[in-house]
Nanobody, 122 residues
Framework: QVQLAQSGGGLVEAGGSLRLSCGAS????????MGWYRQGPEKQRELVAD???????NYADSVKGRFTISRDNAKNTVYLQMNSLKPEDTAVYYC????????????????WGQGTQVTVSS
């Protein structure tokens, strides 16, 4: 299995910055894509940004130019630097990884972190 441990988040004023981290551990054979999703109050979970093992990134339109996703493959860790935060960024942020394990190296599965609250005050 693969475990994802998140850190970061919290309360910040509008215009401020926060950084989220997510480290993967366990019987990891490979990690293809890692990313961040969020779920606001009474909203569906949505993709914020993701990044492949090769470094290709993808962002939601709402965060382009403000958020930056990065990844340390050697540490199996993904980061989300969030700048110019807005109240509408308030949500629970979830780390996600598409990974294979030594037990099933040809089968990819989605794994999720525990979630972390980000609250942006106006």
């Amino acid at each position: 299995q693969v475990q994802l441990a998140q850190s970061g988040g919290g309360l910040v004023e509008a215009g401020g910055s926060l950084r989220l981290s997510c480290g993967a551990s366990g019987s990891i054979f490979s990690i293809n894509r890692m990313g961040w999703y969020r779920q606001g109050p009474e909203k569906q979970r949505e993709l914020v940004a993701d990044i492949t093992s090769g470094g290709s990134t993808n962002y939601a339109d709402s965060v382009k130019g403000r958020f930056t996703i990065s990844r340390d493959n050697a540490k199996n860790t993904v980061y989300l630097q969030m700048n110019s935060l807005k109240p509408e960024d308030t949500a629970v942020y979830y780390c996600n990884a598409l990974a294979t394990t030594y037990r099933a190296p040809s089968r990819s599965n989605n794994y999720w972190g525990q979630g972390t609250q980000v609250t942006v005050s106006s």
